[in-house]
């Protein structure tokens, strides 16, 4: 099912500032304050709305090195592999994936010598990884989650 017009700019509107107040977004959709709760109460118990947050700078964290990860494992490994590696605090999102690489992971790290300390006595040392390439981000081009 597809979400409304007014829908859509109550989302849009939240995705610009999640503390953008009720009141200011009924005044901008033409709605009352009830409305845009109900619309936000039934967005949210559809699965539109996953959840309130907020982003926080990973740079201010002294978190400054983004590393792309692709990782070859043997099919019998993924389903031990997989949970382990959600447990690694320095990977931020895992996939499984197609191709040579069955699982690519974002990590975040200090610096080079984190990330080769990491490489070296933990991934390597601690998981069954075949194969396996890492890519430093240079600079981010585009780095969103899914906007209306």
Do not use: C, H, W
Not at 4 to 17: A, M, P, R
Not at 22 to 47: C, D, H, M, Q
């Amino acid at each position: 099912m597809m979400v409304s017009k007014i829908d859509n700019k109550i989302l849009g509107i939240l995705q610009q500032d999640v503390r953008t107040p009720i009141s200011k977004i009924a005044k901008e959709v033409g709605l009352s304050e009830n409305g845009v709760r109900y619309r936000l109460e039934k967005l949210e118990k559809e699965g539109y709305i996953k959840s309130y947050t907020i982003l926080l700078n990973p740079k201010k964290f002294g978190k400054k090195l983004l590393a792309i990860f692709n990782l070859e494992v043997e099919p019998k490994a993924m389903r031990t592999i997989l949970p382990k590696l959600t447990e690694l605090d320095e990977f931020i999102k895992i996939y499984q994936t197609t191709g040579q690489y069955s699982i690519n992971a974002i990590g975040l790290f200090d610096n080079e010598e984190s990330l080769s300390l990491f490489i070296n006595n933990k991934l390597l040392f601690e998981f069954p990884i075949q194969n396996y390439t890492v890519e430093i981000v240079m600079r981010k081009v585009k780095d969103t989650d899914y906007e209306i």
